[in-house]
């Protein structure tokens, strides 16, 4: 199943919307055939598992393991439950069941009402974090958007400073926590902050140390006063900046106008509003101080990740004081992680 997962990664965001699914054929403990879902459209990874294998008298004595339940409905291709079953495969493997209502665990169904003995929830825990960006654009047809929201604050309770006297100022989390974010990072469609935290700290907003997908960088820019020179810029990303003054699209660059002088409720359903029209279903909010409280305060549920570290900053911008619920903490070197709603 982990070979599955592998698989999967490869596909490099080009299977979106559709889930990252890897295949493989095991003959007595052998992979002998493999593939994995390319292209939005093109086969899916049990077809290219199939096809890919040479010696075909081996299909009705080998495993088929993929990560997702196999499809059961004809879309851009004709169901794999169909291939399978006419391929001989007696014997299915499945990490996830699909969240799609069109399958929904009616793949499963079919193949063992044929006489395929099916095992279901291998690594499941694990199969459905690697397509969190799947299961959140199922959950989307509800019309709601996913949120995260994640900052570091100092052992004093500042997340950062106006303006900085040197560089390394800037830095309050570990190594190890810079890459359990970017794993979050990796986990959502979109990264939002506020054009204060633009100005400030001038991020790349992007995920550097991890595996997967780059999210779609989110800026709140009423006046519109973030520079071009930006980093954010630099990678030729795909970025959104909502503001009040334009409506505008240079090449990756969106700029969206919306009405900043409404409720923080109205703001924030705008916000999510046009996120969907893009095709945006989960968002880690990054801050600062300004944006967090505003989307706490605008009543929209979400997971908090809130980052402490010994750094000392002595003053600066006040870490936000929210009463989240916390239910767990783990520990990343020197710094506490904790999880709250």
């Given at each position: 199943m982990r070979r599955c997962l592998e698989l999967a990664a490869l596909s490099n965001g080009e299977e979106y919307p559709n889930p990252k699914v890897g295949a493989v054929l095991v003959h007595k403990g052998r992979i002998v055939a493999e593939g994995y879902h390319r292209k939005y459209g093109e086969a899916h990874a049990e077809v290219n598992a199939i096809r890919s294998l040479k010696e075909t008298g081996l299909l009705t004595v080998s495993t088929l393991f993929v990560n997702l339940e196999p499809c059961n409905h004809t879309g851009k291709t004709p169901p794999c439950t169909d291939l399978i079953l006419t391929s001989g495969i007696k014997k299915v493997v499945i990490g996830s069941k699909d969240p799609n209502p069109l399958v929904g665990g009616k793949g499963i169904e079919k193949l063992r009402s044929a006489g395929v003995e099916v095992i279901s929830g291998v690594l499941e825990e694990e199969c459905n974090e690697f397509n969190q960006l799947f299961f959140d654009y199922i959950s989307s047809q509800n019309n709601s958007v996913r949120f995260t929201v994640k900052w570091a604050e100092s052992a004093d309770g500042f997340i950062g400073k106006p303006t900085y006297s040197e560089v390394k100022e800037r830095k309050l989390s570990n190594s190890i926590s810079d890459r359990f974010v970017h794993k979050i990072r990796s986990q959502h469609k979109g990264i939002l902050i506020g054009v204060n935290t633009v100005l400030s700290d001038d991020p790349q907003l992007n995920n550097r140390f991890w595996t997967g997908d780059q999210p779609v960088k989110i800026i709140l820019d009423p006046d519109c006063k973030t520079p071009l020179s930006s980093k954010l810029f630099s990678d030729n990303a795909r970025v959104i900046l909502f503001n009040q003054l334009k409506q505008e699209k240079v090449d990756s660059i969106?700029?969206?106008?919306?009405?900043?002088?409404?409720?923080?409720?109205?703001?924030?359903?705008?916000?999510?509003?046009?996120?969907?029209?893009?095709?945006?279903?989960?968002?880690?909010?990054?801050?600062?101080?300004?944006?967090?409280?505003?989307?706490?305060?605008?009543?929209?549920?979400?997971?908090?990740?809130i980052l402490k570290t010994p750094a000392l900053l002595k003053n600066g911008i006040p870490a936000p004081n929210l009463p989240i619920e916390f239910y767990d903490q783990i520990a990343l070197g020197n710094n506490l992680v904790r999880f709250g709603r």
């Open positions: 969106y700029w969206v106008k919306i009405d900043f002088f409404q409720s923080l409720s109205a703001v924030w359903n705008s916000i999510c509003a046009e996120l969907l029209k893009e095709g945006i279903y989960s968002v880690l909010i990054e801050g600062g101080k300004k944006t967090i409280e505003s989307f706490y305060h605008s009543g929209i549920k979400a997971d908090y990740i």
